[in-house]
T-cell receptor, first 109, second 114 residues
Framework: QKEVEQNSGPLSVPEGAIASLNCTYS??????FFWYRQYSGKSPELIMF????GDKEDGRFTAQLNKASQYVSLLIRDSQPSDSATYLC?????????FGAGTQVVVTP | GAGVSQSPSNKVTEKGKDVELRCDPI?????LYWYRQRLGQGLEFLIY????????KSGLPSDRFSAERTGESVSTLTIQRTQQEDSAVYLC????????????FGPGTRLLVL
């Protein structure tokens, strides 16, 4: 079992709709959780980080964390074609960051 | 200031040769990480340096892989006797400290082993 699991997609989302990405993790020692966006051929860039249970909102992005259920999600509201990318979920356990394989999101005009 | 930089940006080598990849972290960042990303795959943790502590080498795939870091500055990742399966993008990231801090990624080195 991988430490961090994500649905590989592709997740097809109409422009203007909400994209919902999910991630589960196995290490209960994980303390911080990250969502990175990676465009094809580019390096990952941080979208959100969250470390407390509940929701965290930043612009069109909302991260949700449930430590009891060991999942973290990312919502992208009003999806734009520029949101088309692979989204990587990462968990930090005492400094060691583990990533999922990523979910590819395709926003269709 | 400047972000994380890596060199070379691309490297083509022959099977069996050694390669050395370089990472310059953001100034003042004490933590430095190396990851490998094969085509279409997620990020694979390789090694982690934090200040002057012993590095966490638990992700290195074989003894052909090694990494060094001098203090809180430049790091080099060395792959000896390269194999075709070593072909990947090698990403370096740095963060201000150890736990829970945002990591900033470099542009990566694209390694192709023929």
């Amino acid at each position: 079992q991988k430490e961090v699991e994500q649905n590989s997609g592709p997740l097809s989302v109409p422009e203007g709709a909400i994209a919902s990405l999910n991630c589960t993790y196995s290490d209960r020692g994980s303390q911080s959780f990250f969502w990175y966006r990676q465009y094809s051929g580019k390096s990952p860039e941080l979208i959100m980080f969250i470390y407390s249970n509940g929701d965290k909102e930043d612009g069109r992005f909302t991260a949700q964390l449930n430590k009891a259920s060991q999942y973290v999600s990312l919502l992208i509201r009003d999806s734009q074609p520029s949101d088309s990318a692979t989204y990587l979920c990462g968990t930090d356990s005492w400094g060691k960051l583990q990533f999922g394989a990523g979910t590819q999101v395709v926003v269709t005009p | 200031g400047a972000g994380v930089s890596q060199s070379p940006s691309n490297k083509v080598t022959e099977k069996g040769k050694d390669v050395e990849l370089r990472c310059d972290p953001i100034s003042g960042h004490t933590a430095l990480y190396w990851y490998r990303q094969r085509l279409g795959q997620g990020l694979e943790f390789l090694i982690y340096f934090q200040g002057n502590s012993a590095p966490d080498k638990s992700g290195l795939p074989s003894d052909r892989f090694s990494a060094e870091r001098t203090g809180e500055s430049v790091s080099t990742l060395t792959i000896q006797r390269t194999q075709q399966e070593d072909s990947a993008v090698y990403l370096c990231a740095s963060s201000p400290s150890m736990m829970g801090e945002t990591q900033y990624f470099g542009p990566g080195t694209r390694l192709l082993v023929l």
